[in-house]
């Protein structure tokens, strides 16, 4: 069974940073993209980067220069710094990956939990 497990939200004031990690266990093929989703309360969870095994990145326009998205795809990981973070970037984030459970399967999504995070002074 594949799990995802995100760690590294927390509180920090505006302007500051924190750096988000999430890893991919259990048996399976490979990882195709991975990616961070965000949802603040009382709005609709939206993406906030993604990245293929390739190494190529999406961003939301309203990260963009802020954060970074990298991936380890012999750790099956995937980080997220966020520099400068402003109180709007408030929220739960989520990873998710898509997973191909064997060679010739095709891949499923996958989430995991969340971490949370805060921007306040």
């Known amino acids: 069974q594949v799990q995802l497990m995100e760690s590294g939200g927390g509180l920090v004031q505006p302007g500051g940073s924190l750096r988000l990690s999430c890893v991919v266990s259990g048996s399976f093929f490979s990882i195709d993209t991975m990616g961070w989703y965000r949802q603040a309360p009382g709005k609709e969870r939206e993406l906030v980067a993604r990245?293929?095994?390739?190494?190529?990145?999406i961003y939301a326009d309203s990260v963009k220069g802020r954060f970074t998205v990298s991936r380890d795809n012999v750790k099956n990981t995937a980080d997220l710094q966020m520099n400068s973070l402003k109180a709007e970037d408030t929220g739960r984030y989520y990873c998710r990956a898509l997973v191909r459970a064997r060679s010739l399967s095709g891949y499923l999504e996958h989430w995991g939990q969340g971490t949370l995070v805060t921007v306040s002074s």
């Open positions: 990245i293929i095994s390739g190494g190529s990145t």
